[in-house]
């Protein structure tokens, strides 16, 4: 079929031709065996119900099938389903062939050829640029780089927030005025893959770099560098960066083994990253303590011309189909320069016993699948890898990818106001806020330039003008004016919100129909103020050894338990991992008090014993361990030269722990912080340590800190 509206041809009766031109509706679970192919009429309505989603058909699709059962003079159940078959690959043909015709109207490529988009646009970008990309012969190099390599930013900053300003029917002008902004970047990859990208002529360069020198580079300059450095994140920058944190790491968090995207306030250790975001981490304040090396390189924005051809595109696109297939276009050809060619098995097929043993036998066997008596697969890991995907230019383009974020939170949004912001959500390319200001559209305003509001009613209740429409990098509102009222968080892509006309939920890994139907706003908030947890049972249809099958999973849904930030003890704010305040044992044991963990409690007072008189020469009953120094007795007050950090006082000061838990949390009450403490951190050893108190903190998965 070469034409994309030759389907027609197929029913020429055009009052009939109009019935097809939609999706069929089909009575899937009512359609059980071949005998139903002789029903002389449609089943009832009742018997439309979709099993996989648990829903029913509307009234009106009900009637649309009866309508062309009737049409099509149809005679039993079994030509109504070869007429739907038949509608639906004739339907999907015109589809593809519609979007054939564009790729070699746009590209001058046939995706007939290709398996997937991500392949079809690399090919569409290199006719378009005619660039030559330079791969390494470095291993060195290759594994400097995949060391760099870090992915989009996702976490739940703060859990819960209400909105309240003049837009709102509820508005009470006696509380504090926020409002609650989705702002979104537009195409941030493609932003990203505009500017200047490594290219050709990889070297490692010398090292000695001084902060200046870096804060001079140019972003636009013919000379590029990736660096390996170690970094020192200052504790007077902790409370101010908590919500978002600089230089995101690849690593397990606390008491868990699966490494995650982590945005911490620890220091940096050989930490790969691109010049441009070493810049703004320098001006923002992190410190630069070593440089280990450097590579240096050329380049170009050697990827702009094919970006900005996609975007141009897309602004004149006339269907929302154009307009998503240009921006796909854009962002899957990211994936190209990502590829994991460390993942690729070979997979043979064998339908002989002497076939598989000698495939079992060779050294490089993964494992086999057996789909019946006669045929197996033997998954086999490669022994040679060909590394030949450009994956200097997708960390690149990462690393830039982050540069714009933090620049918009820390350079505008944390600049214009201060205190008065809060950082609920960020997802790669997305920030969900909290803003204490009068007018946050009026705010816009000011600044225009950051921003994308096309997509506001040309008659706006906020008299924004609609410019920058589709400008990569800027800024649009991703509710489109509509207010956002309310908001809860759990944990990354695990979030909903109202506006002032729905509710907008996100739950990774349910579907898309149980999320509607099974979970509600408020099992959001139930699941948060509460600590409940929530499981849904979905259908689903697997393909396990090639055959079909349909399951019904009972799966957790949400969860208030998030592992990637410290949450505090309200529940609703958290800390980055790396705060100062974690780390002092006052807090600890305040955050494992408001658990009410009561078995915990008890063995922690169990564990401090009778405090008996000791000289230098003897041991400690409680700790069993020799003192060096002498003499403290029963209900006396320890001092510096002779006290047990772990189970007794406060060496530096005289003071109990528990004076120093109630002081710690009369500033968190206060919202106030102390100053970071004069001296790093040092852990209590065994020689130091109360043996009872560390047997204890080993079981509980924490070490004592020693100020």
Known sequence: MRSPNEGKGYYPHIEKIDLLLRKGVFPYDYFDSFEKCKDSCLPPISKFYN???????????????????????????????DLYVKTDVLLLTDLFENFRKICIQTYKLDPCWYFTTPALSWDAMLLKTKVAIELFTDY???LFIE???RGGISQCCNRYAIANNKY??????????????????????????????????FVWSDNNLTTQDILNLSDESDVGYILEVDLDYPPDLHDKHSDFPLAPENKPPPNCKEPRLLTTLEPKTKYVLHYSNLKLYLKLGLILKKIHRVLKFFQSPWFKNYIDYNTKLRTKAVNDFQKDFYKLMNNSIFGKTMEN??????????STEGQARK????SNFNRRTIFSENLMAVHLKKTNIKFFKPIHVGMTILDLSKVLMHSFHYEYMKHRYDSKI?????????????????????????DLNLYDTSDYDKNNVYNLPLVNKKVIGKMKDENKGNIMTEYVGLKSKMYAYKTNNKIEKRLKGIKKQTLKSKITFEDYKDCLLNQKLKYVDMNLIRSKFHSIQSIKQNKLALSYKDDKRFVNGDGITTLAHGHWSLMHLDLFNEHRRKKNNSTQKEELNNSTVERKQFNSTATCSACTLKTKTKTVAGEKQLNSTSACAACSACAACKTTQLDLRLRSLLRLQNNSTRPPPAQPAKQLNSTSACAACAAFCRRIGFSYLLM
């Open 168 to 201: 709102m029917s509820n508005f009470n002008p006696d509380d504090e005025i926020k409002y609650l902004m989705y702002l979104d970047a537009n195409n941030l990859y493609g932003y990203a893959m505009s500017k200047y990208l490594p290219l050709k002529d």
């Open 147 to 149: 060391n760099g390599v």
């Open 341 to 350: 060619v460390r993942r690729r098995v070979d997979i043979r097929l064998c």
């Open 51 to 81: 099993e996989l989603n648990e829903e029913a058909i509307s009234v009106e699709d009900y009637n649309h099938a009866c309508r062309v059962f009737n049409q099509f003079n149809l005679s039993n159940l079994g030509e109504y389903c």
């Open 422 to 446: 809060k950082l609920m959500y960020t997802d790669t390319d997305s920030f969900i806020y909290e803003i204490k200001t009068d007018d946050f559209y009026s705010d816009m305003k000011d």
């Open 140 to 142: 060195d190099m290759l």
């Open 359 to 362: 495939l079992i036998a060779k």
